[in-house]
């Protein structure tokens, strides 16, 4: 299996019933912090995620990913290069499948007054 493949039958179809389900109680500020912990969780995920498979803890097989985006800076770094778009795109699923979830999962704020 791909890792493309992965995500379209697992982590996608996911993400999808968790929008649909989700999305009726999700305000501006939900968005807002959806977006800010996305930024975060890639910018902070993307260093280790990358230098563990420079480490060679986990890897990506050339067969089964799409393409690897920053592979030129590989020879230069070991925090940039190493993992697949899949990868990058696996960062940001999850990280919007917890928020959903949360957003689903937590009590409505009543309204004062």
Known sequence: MTYWGYHL???LPVL???F???SSRMKTAHWVCLLVTCVIAFLFTTPWDNY?????????GEDVSLWYPLRSL???TPFLGHIPVEEYS?????TVMVILLATLFLPKREKKG
């Open 90 to 94: 696996f960062f940001i699923i999850q």
């Open 9 to 11: 039958i697992f982590t």
């Open 16 to 18: 999808v019933i968790l």
């Open 52 to 60: 563990a498979a420079y480490l060679g803890i986990w890897g990506f």
């Open 74 to 76: 590989a020879d230069r």
């Open 20 to 22: 649909h389900f989700a």
